[in-house]
Structures are given as C-alpha cells and as structure tokens.
C-alpha cells in the first residue's frame, strides 16, 4: 500500500493529465453531435471488422472440411464411374479409390518425389497408381505403416504409357527434368497428326493407371526422319507445385494381369 501511494504521489502530474483527457474527451463526446457520430462509426467499423475477421476464419476452418467431404464425394463418385463402365468392358477389372493428402512434395529436383499421409495399415501398396483432381500424379514407390512415397510424373524414371485420344497411338512419356510442367511422349509415328490442345491420357496397359485418365494436352512435337517417330510436348495437367488432395488407386486384380504377361515374356 505504500509504494502504491508513493507511486501515485511520484506521477501525480502524469495521471492528472490522463484524468482531464478522459473527462474531456467524455465532454466533447457527450456533447458534440459531430465527434460523437465520428466516434461510433469508428466503434462501428472496428467491431465490424472485428466481426468480419471472425466469419472470415469461421469460413475457412468450415470450408477446410467441406473440402474433404467433396473429395471423399468425388471418390466415391468415381468409383461408380468406373464399375459401370468396367462392367460394359470387363466386369473383372474393378479399381478401389482411397483419398489421400501429399504432406510434403518437391518440383524442382531431377528426381522429385512425394510424400503421402496413408500407409500400409490403409491398404496402400507399391506401384498403385495416385491421381489428382487434375489427372495422374505417378505412382506409388514405398509405403510404411502409416505414410507412403509417390514416384511422381516428374521423376527421372518415370515411364507411363499413354495415348493420343484422338486416334489411340500409344507411347511412353517421361520427364527430361527441366521443366515441372511439361513432359515427352515418345514413339508416336511421324505420319500421325498430332495437333496443339490433343488430349493424352492413360492406356492402361500395365494395370497400374485404369484406362482414359487425363495426363495433359499437346502442345507442338518434333519429328525424327531417322527413326520414323516424333517426340510430343505434353503440358501435364496435374499441377505440382500445389498439389494436396490425391486418390491412390489399386486395381484388385492386377496380379493376375501381370502373371499373364510374366507368363507370355517367358
């Protein structure tokens, strides 16, 4: 008690100033129409800024779920897709979707690569396919209990076998590391036209990717009289330098596809 009066008896001054400015500022408020309605519209517009900085967070925080509902949506959509479509073609051939989310990524190594929060313990395994809203991501290389890493497009060794969908000539795109956007499908014969905007997708022949994904879209290709085959500039789809929301794919009979082909190479 007695250092705070000796206090208050040390800044007497000081606080008898900052007493007259409260009672005057009380005054001039209470009565000047003019500052007291400059004074509730700043009152106004702070708690209104206040409030709109809250929803604005409220906003993001639902919008951050309502983003992992349509992705689980749009899983199971795609699901039904490729049931009715794989039974018109073969009722055999089902593939199970799983959403995932890339936790960690790069885009400007010769050999990128992806880190993935689901794992063995959610039925993940090597070289299931992983996709993106977009179109193909790559594939999935190694899994532990709960993460798993992505071979990504843009990987040195990368190969991926697609298709013009303007008339179905195949080849094998891969990256040459220099640019995270774009990518080279080789082997298409120089007599076939291949037009700027041409869509390239999956073929599906390895059993990894299902058939018909969206890989990217021509843009210009280079003719080797040489060999009789041009090189197609594919711009991807799938953008890596953002990427979160993936589906990781297993085809639940590729094993059997694959003893086939094992079984003919021999």
């Not at 309502?66 to 073969?90: A, C, P, T």
């Not at 589906?247 to 094992?262: A, G, M, P």
Request: hydrophobic share 35%; glycine share 6%; with cysteine.
């Amino acid at each position: 008690m007695r250092n705070f009066l000796q206090f208050i008896w040390n800044n007497q001054f000081t606080l008898l100033f900052i007493l007259l400015e409260i009672v005057g500022f009380a005054l001039l408020t209470t009565n000047n129409h003019f500052h007291n309605s400059k004074i509730q519209s700043a009152s106004a517009s702070l708690s209104g800024s206040f409030a709109d900085t809250r929803n604005s967070y409220a906003q993001y925080i639902g919008l951050k779920e309502e983003n992992e509902k349509l992705l689980d949506e749009n899983r199971r959509l795609r699901e039904r897709l490729e049931q009715r479509v794989r039974y018109r073609l073969d009722p055999n051939i089902p593939f199970e979707y799983t959403t995932a989310h890339a936790i960690s990524s790069t885009f400007h190594l010769g050999n990128n690569y992806i880190v993935l929060d689901r794992g063995s313990s959610d039925g993940i395994e090597p070289q299931q396919a992983v996709l993106s809203p977009q179109g193909i991501v790559g594939v999935v290389y190694k899994v532990s209990e709960k993460y798993s890493t992505v071979l990504p497009v843009i990987h040195s060794q990368s190969r991926i076998s697609c298709k013009l969908t303007r008339n179905n000539y195949f080849g094998l795109l891969h990256w040459d590391g220099t640019d995270d956007h774009y990518a080279t499908l080789e082997n298409i014969p120089n007599h076939i036209g291949v037009f700027d905007g041409d869509s390239i997708v999956t073929r599906g022949g390895s059993g990894i990717f299902p058939p018909n994904i969206l890989v990217g879209f021509a843009e210009g290709s280079e003719k080797d009289e040489a060999s009789g085959f041009q090189s197609v500039n594919v711009r991807l789809a799938t953008d890596f330098r953002k990427i979160y929301n993936v589906y990781i794919v297993e085809n639940k009979v590729r094993q059997e596809v694959d003893s086939l082909i094992q079984t003919i190479e021999e």
